[in-house]
C-alpha cells in the first residue's frame, strides 16, 4: 500500500471515529429538569397572588346582543378578491366558497344559535385557577353503574382546534361497550391561551411549561395516575407530560408523534436513503421519499413561520373578523385533512366534517378573542432557547401508542421515534385520516385509544 492509500484508510478512519462519536453524542440520553410547580403566569406579581383553588361550573352563555353584533359583521362582507381562473385552494381560501360559508354562518348557523350553544354546553365543564391563569375544561364521567374499572383520560387538542373536536369521540369513551372492559372518565381542557382558558401574561409559556399546568389540573382533580392523548400541539404537551412525570402517566397515546432531538433528524435522513430498511415496503409511502414531505411541509407552514414570529400582528388581524377568522381556520381544516382538497374548488371542507361542526370551533375562537392567544405558542415553542432544552432526548419510558394517518403534517418512523419512546408498544397506520382526526374518524381514533388500553390492561401480545 503506497502513501495515498494508507492516507485515505487513515481518512477513513478517523471520519468513522467522527461519525461514531457525533452519532453517541447526538443519542445521548438527556434528564428531567427540574419542575416549578408552581410558576406564576397570570397579571401583575406573582408575590401578590394566592391560587384559589376551587373548581367552579362553566356555561356558554352569549345572548342575543353578541350573536346580533356578529350577524351585522357577516352582513358587511368585504369586496371579496374572485379567485384565480380555474383555482380552486391552491391560492388559500377560495372566495366562492368562502361566502357561501359565511352566508350559511350568518343566516342558517346563527339563526339555530340557541340549539348550538345548547349542544356546546351538552357536557359538565368548569373551570379553576393554576398558576395565575383560570383553566377551563369538560369533565365528563361515566354514567355507567357500577362499572368494572373507571380510567382517567386527559385529552389534548391543538390549534387551530378546540376542545370541540372531541365532542363526537367522548360519549363512546365514557359509556360501556363489548371492546372494553371499562369505561374512561375524560378532562378535556382548552390549552392556556385558547377559547375559555386565560393566556398568560408573562412570556415563556411553551409547551413544557403547559405540561406542567396540565399535570397540575389533574392532581387538582385528584388524579394521581392517568392516560393522556393528544394530537397536534395536544400531541407535543402530552408527550411532555409523559416525559417529566413518568410515574404518573399510565400511557400515552399520539396522533402525531415526534422525536425532535436531532439524533431523530439525522434517522429521518438516513431513512431516506434507504427506507425499505427502516420501514416495512406497504408503510414506506407514509414517510417517504423524504424530499415530498418537506415539500408538503414547505407548503402547508407559511402560517406557522408568521406565527412563530409575529403572532400578535396576525393576531390583530384576525380579532373581531370573522371572515378572516373563518378563512384562515378553515383552510387548515380544508388541506390538513387531505392536502389533494387543495384541488377541490369546496376545498373538501364537507366530506368529513358538517358546517355546524366547523363553525362550533371558529366560535369558540371568535366569541373569545383567543386567536392571538393561541397563535403566541409558536412563539415559545419555535425559539432558540427552548428548542435547545431538547427535552426529546430524555427517554420516555411510559407506554406508548403512536397512531399514524396518511395524510398526518409530520410522520416519523418507529426507528426515528425509538431514542425517545423506549416503551412504544403501539402503532397502528390507517389509509385515510388527517390532522383533525378526532373529529373527521372519531370511531378509529376510539378504537385505536381502547386497543391501547387493552395491550396494558389485558397484556396482550405485541
Request: aromatic residues 12%; charged residues 20%; negative net charge.
Amino acid at each position: 500500500m503506497g502513501f495515498a492509500g494508507r492516507f485515505v484508510s487513515v481518512a477513513l478512519t478517523l471520519l468513522v471515529a467522527v461519525l461514531v462519536k457525533v452519532y453517541f453524542d447526538l443519542s445521548a440520553p438527556a434528564q428531567v429538569p427540574d419542575i416549578d410547580f408552581g410558576e406564576y403566569w397570570g397579571p401583575g406579581d406573582a408575590k401578590n397572588y394566592k391560587e384559589n383553588v376551587i373548581v367552579n361550573p362553566f356555561k356558554l352563555a352569549y345572548g342575543e346582543e353578541v350573536i346580533g353584533k356578529l350577524k351585522s359583521k357577516l352582513e358587511d362582507v368585504p369586496n371579496l378578491a374572485e379567485p384565480l381562473e380555474g383555482a380552486a385552494f391552491q391560492y388559500g381560501f377560495n372566495s366562492k366558497r368562502l361566502r357561501e360559508i359565511l352566508d350559511y354562518w350568518r343566516t342558517d348557523y346563527l339563526g339555530r344559535w340557541n340549539e348550538r350553544q345548547e349542544y356546546l354546553n351538552k357536557f359538565p365543564q368548569f373551570k379553576t385557577q393554576i398558576q395565575g391563569l383560570d383553566i377551563h375544561f369538560l369533565h365528563v364521567k361515566t354514567e355507567v353503574r357500577n362499572p368494572k374499572r373507571i380510567v382517567p383520560l386527559l385529552m389534548l387538542h391543538g390549534w387551530p382546534g378546540s376542545v370541540r373536536e372531541f365532542y363526537e369521540l367522548i360519549p363512546k369513551l365514557v359509556t360501556r361497550s363489548d371492546d372494553k372492559e371499562y369505561v374512561f372518565e375524560v378532562i378535556v381542557p382548552s390549552l392556556p391561551g385558547y377559547g375559555f382558558s386565560e393566556g398568560a401574561s408573562k412570556q415563556g409559556l411553551s409547551p413544557a411549561k403547559i405540561a406542567v399546568i396540565m399535570r397540575n389540573l389533574m392532581a387538582r382533580l385528584g388524579f394521581k395516575k392517568y392516560y393522556v392523548q393528544g394530537g397536534d400541539w395536544g400531541s407535543i404537551v402530552g408527550n411532555l407530560i409523559a416525559t417529566f412525570f413518568q410515574d404518573e402517566v399510565l400511557g400515552v397515546h399520539l396522533t402525531m408523534c415526534v422525536n425532535s432531538a436531532p439524533i431523530g433528524s439525522v434517522k429521518n435522513v438516513i431513512g431516506g436513503i434507504a427506507p425499505s430498511f427502516v420501514v416495512e415496503d406497504k408503510y414506506v409511502d407514509f414517510y417517504y421519499p423524504y424530499l415530498d414531505r418537506m415539500k408538503l411541509l414547505l407548503t402547508e407552514t407559511g402560517y406557522m413561520h408568521i406565527q412563530a414570529t409575529k403572532p400578535d400582528t396576525i393576531g390583530t388581524a384576525l380579532t373581531g373578523n370573522p371572515v378572516g377568522l373563518a378563512a384562515y381556520i378553515l383552510e387548515k381544516f380544508s388541506t390538513w385533512t387531505n392536502p389533494q382538497y387543495r384541488d377541490l374548488p369546496d376545498g373538501g371542507l364537507e366530506k368529513f366534517f358538517t358546517l355546524d361542526e366547523l363553525l362550533d370551533n371558529i366560535m369558540i375562537y371568535y366569541l373569545t378573542d383567543s386567536i392571538t392567544t393561541s397563535q403566541r405558542l409558536y412563539a415559545e415553542a419555535f425559539n432558540i432557547k427552548e428548542i435547545s432544552r431538547d427535552f426529546d432526548r430524555i427517554p420516555m419510558q411510559v407506554p406508548a401508542a403512536c397512531a399514524k394517518f396518511r395524510h398526518e403534517l409530520v410522520q416519523q418512523t418507529n426507528w426515528a421515534l425509538s431514542d425517545h419512546f423506549c416503551n412504544l408498544i403501539q402503532t397502528n397506520h390507517y389509509d385515510d385520516g388527517g390532522h383533525f382526526v378526532a373529529m373527521q374518524l372519531p370511531e378509529v381514533l376510539y378504537r385505536d385509544i381502547v386497543q391501547f388500553v387493552n395491550r396494558l390492561y389485558r397484556r396482550e401480545d405485541q
